[in-house]
């Protein structure tokens, strides 16, 4: 038996998922619900409300005049549907000009740093950046923590990002300037939407048998919305923006007990050579589950430092090694992509929940909400139906739904019905992809390959702010471009192969030959044939476990 088989055979033993399994998975799973609270803080922190033109003479300090009144319709003028201009009012020589100062609707919030700051405008390029500043952020904790979980271990990264994240997210709300609060805002988000979520993600991949990994997967997305929950319920209970901070900071309390009850990866030990800490983890995990097996602790130490021999494939395998064969590197583009356009849906959906007129905290909470029965239904169906047709199916009708959007009365009951069924949708295949991607590509690139999906991701998020300021040409263009590049985007998933009870390919050379072929059009045209790939016929095949995930969001 080989140190790998040795490790399978023990982490067989402690079960799929038993008690401890449950326990540390609800220890991770609180870092998906932080990383919810911190990624859509700037949604109530930083909104910007209603507005229009301060009028001297009709608006002062004690009082502002209100906007249905006579005054206010003759000093500034009105738009094609009768609502009064943002930017421009009329001068003493009736001409439009526009205005430096402005009066904001206090209905749903009075304090926040789009209204101190005035995030409107000419201006409205700063509360843009100040998002995708944020998503940088996210994309920096996705590339370097990853690779320093890889290096210093797990529990290492997760609890420092738990400290960090608290310390940044109180820090932040106090920050008196423009140009110092995009500094500590994307400092927030190394650690607040990035550390915790990636390692904890990793960690219940690692701990948990391969028929759980499908639904406790998906339940971190669910956590993730619990997060968008709390961050509308919160903002409708507290007005003052600052205050309002430092409680969304404050949840990162939550994780700092994860210091002393959290184990490691025992995978990571394992892998690491320090077997005896894995062996004893997995032994209290036993003792945890209420097992009466006792592990041979001296015959798995003594396995366990075995070296193995070199291998040719897996030392040398970087992300470039994707892109060397033909059928890996159109998997790669075409996974990338993937990622790519579901994160531009899906932050561009969500962070448009301030553009759809009512509560915007009722909205913002319907937009988390509505998520749920999405990750429900893909759990029930993602092994019954398969990923390929569940994630292009929900692409294509999120990004139509998009499109038809774009061309509904903004505002309308309809349209927001169909804003929200987009929502759901994407929602639901953003979740996929992460298990798609794990599945797809072999063992000594996954980490490269899942990196590299993350840093599209957090990419086309950095970008989802800015395509949200072409509204000022046409509101409908935003909307059209996540459409389209989502129905592309679902199109081109029906090329992929199909990975359900399919084992996981190991070297390059078995990714190079997992799912050659085999696309939705070849399987409609002829009859359905899925063929079991394993490196050796003669061996049972096995799902390979989770090694190295740490790069991904």
Request: charged share 15%; hydrophobic share 45%; net charge neutral.
């Amino acid at each position: 038996m080989d140190k790998d088989q040795a490790l399978e055979e023990m982490m067989g033993k402690l079960g799929d998922f038993g008690r401890y399994q449950c326990f540390q998975f609800i220890l991770h799973i609180l870092a998906a619900m932080t990383a919810g609270i911190h990624m859509l803080s700037l949604v109530t922190v930083a909104a910007v409300p209603e507005h229009r033109c301060w009028i001297d003479g009709v608006d002062n300090n004690d009082s502002v005049a209100a906007w249905n009144s006579t005054e206010i319709l003759a000093a500034i003028p009105t738009t094609s549907d009768g609502r009064l201009q943002n930017c421009y009012m009329f001068n003493e020589y009736n001409q439009t000009e526009k205005c430096s100062k402005w009066v904001f609707d206090d209905r749903y919030r009075s304090s926040s740093r789009g209204i101190e700051w005035n995030f409107v405008c000419d201006n409205r390029w700063r509360g843009a950046i100040a998002q995708t500043v944020f998503m940088l952020g996210v994309f920096t904790g996705a590339v370097v923590l990853g690779g320093m979980a890889d290096k210093y271990g797990r529990k290492t990264i997760f609890c420092w990002s738990g400290v960090l994240q608290l310390i940044f997210g109180v820090l932040v709300a106090f920050i008196p300037e423009y140009w110092s609060f995009l500094f500590v805002q994307y400092l927030y988000a190394i650690f607040g939407s990035a550390g915790c979520y990636i390692t904890g993600f990793v960690l219940t991949m690692e701990i948990v048998g391969a028929n759980k990994r499908t639904i406790c997967g998906v339940n971190f997305q669910c956590a993730f919305a619990l997060g968008i929950m709390l961050v509308a319920g919160w903002g409708a209970l507290i007005d003052n923006r600052q205050i309002l901070q430092v409680v969304y900071g404050l949840h990162g309390f939550l994780l700092i007990p994860h210091i002393w009850i959290m184990d490691e990866s025992p995978r990571w030990l394992w892998a690491q050579g320090r077997v005896k800490e894995a062996v004893d983890i997995v032994q209290k995990g036993l003792k945890f589950n209420r097992s009466t097996e006792v592990l041979d602790k001296a015959t798995l130490v003594s396995k366990g430092r075995i070296e193995k021999l070199p291998d040719v494939d897996a030392p040398s395998a970087t992300t470039l090694d994707l892109f060397r064969t033909p059928n890996l590197r159109i998997k790669t583009i075409n996974v990338c992509f993937c990622w790519f356009a579901n994160s531009l849906v899906y932050y561009g959906l969500t962070l448009s929940t301030g553009k759809i007129e009512g509560n915007p905290y009722l909205i913002t909470a319907i937009f988390g909400f509505v998520e749920l029965p999405s990750y429900a239904a893909i759990i029930y169906f993602l092994d019954i139906w398969g990923r390929r047709p569940l994630i292009s199916s929900m692409m294509l009708i999120g990004g139509a739904a998009c499109i038809v959007a774009a061309y509904l009365q903004s505002g309308g009951m309809m349209s927001t019905i169909v804003v929200i069924a987009g929502k759901l949708f994407i929602a639901g295949s953003f979740a996929i992809v992460y298990n798609y991607s794990a599945e797809l590509f072999p063992t000594v690139v996954r980490n490269s390959a899942l990196g590299l999906g993350s840093m599209c991701a957090r990419f086309s998020g950095a970008l989802t702010p800015l395509i949200s300021l072409l509204d000022s040409f046409d509101p409908k263009i935003p909307a059209v471009i996540f459409g389209a590049i989502a129905l592309l985007s679902g199109f081109l998933t029906l090329f992929l192969p199909e990975t359900t009870d399919q084992p996981m390919p190991q070297s390059l050379a078995d990714g190079e030959m997992f799912g050659n072929g085999d696309t939705c059009f070849a399987s409609c045209l002829r009859k359905k044939r899925r063929t079991r790939y394993s490196v050796d016929d003669k061996t049972p095949e096995t799902m390979v476990p989770l090694e190295d995930m740490s790069k991904k969001v």
